[in-house]
């Protein structure tokens, strides 16, 4: 990464965003043109089937500062991220989001920070007033438990951030795992790091991408990455299950040498069906951790470019 007279690169994820995206790209130029004249725009398209790209290539031919990336398919938001903050070349890097979700008047207060000297901005949710209560509640459910179980909090940072160049170099060159999660990863790596509040507002059109089921694997995937307690469950769950043989057995024992008969056929079924459901539950947590170490071992790269607009020359960086 350079820093070729470029102050401040917008790195912006954007999937199926072809009905916002102009909205996004605008306000965003509004923004930077009021901090400096050396901005750069970096559109990454995770993927989209729709006209996104196209949405991009226009704003590019319409202001060379806007520059996009368009991926082979759909690798994720953290793959699309990474692969802008590994173009960008800027003094500052910012990621937002490009459905208008992160205000982009905000950028103005943590480029302030910066220069003051702080080294990561952080922009933090106020409220999270968008999303039914199921939303919000299991939202905060697992940030209070990430902090709880990683040791670090992450609370309501969101992926709105400003990263000092050398932190954002430092996240795509030395840190070689596959599964980076910036929302983590920026608050473990320590430095001067501080925080913006803002609201988040609704998405002005069209609907997030994250239905349940990719929220829990994202939730998982990022646990996962940071701490390997829940391996540690399974040999506790094992006492447990030694705790209870050895009190279901005494009693069992005692009333043999009473000579009374043993009785207790529902006991047995219960310790059966728990144990069973015990074991399960322990080769899953393995088995996902294995399933973790064998996806860093194939060592494949986290995102694939299919096309590329507005870059000098293409240095592929991953
Ligand atoms: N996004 C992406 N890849 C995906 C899903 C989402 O790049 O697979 C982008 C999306 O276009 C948006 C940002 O990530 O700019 C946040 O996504 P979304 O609004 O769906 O999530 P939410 O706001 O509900 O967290
Ligand atoms: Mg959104």
Same mark, same amino acid.
């Given at each position: 990464?350079? =820093?070729?007279?470029?102050?401040i690169?917008?790195?912006?994820?954007?999937?199926?965003?072809?009905?916002?995206?102009?909205?996004?790209?605008?306000?965003a130029?509004?923004?930077?043109?009021?901090?400096?004249?050396? *901005?750069? +725009?970096?559109?990454?398209?995770?993927?989209?089937?729709?006209?996104?790209?196209?949405?991009?290539?226009?704003? =590019?031919?319409?202001? =060379?500062?806007?520059? %996009?990336? &368009?991926?082979?398919?759909?690798?994720?938001?953290?793959?699309?991220?990474?692969? $802008?903050?590994?173009?960008? #070349? $800027?003094?500052?890097?910012?990621?937002?989001?490009?459905?208008?979700?992160?205000?982009?008047?905000?950028?103005? @207060?943590?480029?302030?920070?910066?220069?003051?000297?702080?080294? +990561?901005?952080?922009?933090?949710?106020?409220?999270?007033? *968008? $999303?039914?209560?199921? =939303?919000?509640?299991?939202?905060?459910?697992? *940030?209070?438990?990430?902090?709880?179980?990683? $040791?670090f #909090?992450?609370?309501?940072?969101?992926?709105?951030?400003?990263?000092?160049?050398?932190?954002?170099?430092?996240?795509v060159?030395?840190?070689?795992?596959?599964?980076?999660?910036?929302?983590?990863?920026s608050?473990?790596?320590?430095?001067r790091?501080?925080?913006?509040?803002f609201?988040?507002?609704?998405?002005?059109?069209?609907?997030s991408?994250? %239905?349940?089921?990719?929220?829990? &694997?994202?939730g998982?995937?990022?646990?996962?990455?940071?701490?390997?307690?829940?391996?540690?469950?399974?040999?506790?769950?094992?006492?447990?299950?030694?705790?209870?043989?050895?009190?279901?057995?005494?009693?069992?024992?005692?009333?043999? +040498?009473?000579?009374?008969?043993?009785?207790?056929?529902?006991?047995?079924?219960?310790?059966?069906?728990?144990?069973?459901?015990?074991?399960?539950?322990?080769? %899953?947590?393995?088995g996902?951790?294995?399933?973790?170490?064998?996806? @860093?071992? #194939? #060592? &494949?790269?986290?995102?694939?470019?299919?096309?590329?607009?507005?870059?000098?020359?293409?240095? &592929?960086?991953?």
């Amino acid at each position: 990464m350079q =820093h070729e007279n470029v102050f401040i690169s917008l790195v912006i994820p954007v999937f199926k965003e072809e009905d916002v995206i102009m909205l996004t790209l605008n306000e965003a130029t509004r923004v930077l043109e009021t901090i400096t004249q050396d *901005y750069e +725009i970096v559109a990454v398209d995770d993927g989209s089937t729709d006209k996104t790209f196209t949405r991009v290539m226009e704003a =590019h031919q319409a202001n =060379h500062r806007i520059k %996009g990336l &368009r991926f082979s398919r759909n690798f994720g938001k953290e793959a699309a991220m990474l692969a $802008g903050m590994a173009r960008a #070349k $800027g003094q500052v890097v910012v990621t937002m989001d490009g459905d208008l979700q992160h205000p982009p008047g905000l950028i103005t @207060e943590m480029v302030e920070k910066w220069r003051k000297g702080a080294q +990561i901005v952080h922009g933090v949710k106020q409220t999270r007033q *968008y $999303g039914g209560l199921f =939303h919000r509640t299991s939202a905060r459910i697992f *940030y209070d438990l990430f902090s709880k179980i990683a $040791g670090f #909090k992450i609370n309501n940072s969101s992926d709105f951030k400003l990263l000092d160049a050398q932190i954002a170099s430092l996240l795509v060159r030395d840190f070689p795992e596959q599964q980076r999660f910036l929302r983590g990863l920026s608050c473990w790596v320590g430095y001067r790091q501080e925080s913006v509040t803002f609201e988040v507002s609704e998405r002005p059109v069209g609907e997030s991408s994250w %239905g349940l089921s990719t929220l829990f &694997r994202y939730g998982w995937n990022s646990l996962t990455s940071y701490t390997s307690l829940p391996l540690q469950l399974v040999p506790f769950m094992g006492v447990i299950m030694l705790l209870i043989s050895v009190v279901l057995g005494t009693e069992t024992l005692v009333s043999r +040498i009473r000579g009374e008969s043993i009785s207790g056929f529902a006991t047995l079924e219960i310790t059966i069906l728990f144990s069973g459901s015990m074991i399960m539950i322990g080769l %899953g947590i393995i088995g996902q951790y294995l399933a973790r170490v064998y996806d @860093e071992l #194939k #060592k &494949r790269p986290s995102f694939l470019v299919a096309d590329e607009v507005g870059f000098e020359q293409s240095t &592929r960086s991953e």
